[in-house]
């Protein structure tokens, strides 16, 4: 069960967008479209923003989409806004009531 | 409101046990799969267990598997998670989550941090 691979940053301006990769195997990310991604503020529990590679919870904006092609999943943040200044996991799905979450990727908006 | 509130935190020497509760509130614990997942104190969160609707169905990480284990009491409405032969590398702020979808955890606790040193 190794970490799903994530860019320890990513940053954008205001306005504009940002795209986090999630590399997996077919084990897990490839495996399953059970991909989900979080987003953590310091000192604070993390937030579901996305859920099956592409799907949003209620609340959570349309500036936030999800995708997966092969063994990667992707988050892409549009129209960047200083409050998604955050620190954003993916995690997947492994078989076998197994799960697995990236390494986080810190996200400064400039 | 939906709530989840961990206890049972602490300072363990090496070697020691712990046992987390998670309690649940504002909605049907009984329906939902439950998880604990830990981050160790500024890095990433790292996924240690899954526990179905009734406890038959179960799972661990590779690096706690033989030493947790998690259970529920849905008569309570607590989520448990038994810590043995705990190591420094199992110092971490400990959540529980739920389930809402498969694998999208909805609903997480404030945390409580487990400390291992002697």
């Known amino acids: 069960q190794s970490a799903l691979t994530q860019p320890p940053s990513a940053s954008g301006s205001p306005g504009q967008s940002v795209t986090i990769s999630c590399a997996g195997t077919s084990s897990d990310v490839g495996g399953f479209n059970y991909v989900s991604w979080y987003q953590q503020h310091p000192g604070k529990a993390p937030k579901l923003m996305i859920y099956?590679?592409?799907k949003r919870p209620s609340g959570v904006p349309d500036r936030f989409s999800g995708s997966k092609s092969g063994n990667t999943a992707s988050l892409t943040v549009s129209g960047l806004q200083a409050e998604d200044e955050a620190d954003y996991y993916c995690?997947?799905?492994?078989?076998?009531?197994?799960?697995?979450f990236g390494e986080g990727t810190k996200l400064t908006v400039l | 409101e939906v709530q989840l509130v961990e206890s049972g935190g602490g300072l363990v020497q090496p070697g020691g046990s712990l046992r987390l509760s998670c309690a649940a509130s504002g909605f049907a614990f009984s329906g939902f799969w439950m998880h604990w997942v830990r981050q160790d104190p500024g890095k990433g969160l790292v996924w240690v267990s899954r526990i179905n609707h009734d406890g038959s169905g179960i799972g661990y990480a590779d690096s706690v598997r033989g030493r947790f284990t998690i259970t529920r009491d849905n008569a309570k409405n607590t989520l448990y998670l038994q810590m043995n032969s705990l190591g420094a590398e199992d110092t971490a702020v400990y959540y529980c989550?739920?389930?809402?979808?498969?694998?999208?955890?909805?609903?997480w606790g404030q945390g409580t941090l487990v400390t291992v040193s002697s």
């Open positions: 989550a739920r389930e809402a979808i498969p694998f999208g955890l909805d609903c």
């Open positions: 099956e590679v592409n």
């Open positions: 995690s997947s799905y492994a078989g076998s009531n197994i799960g697995v």
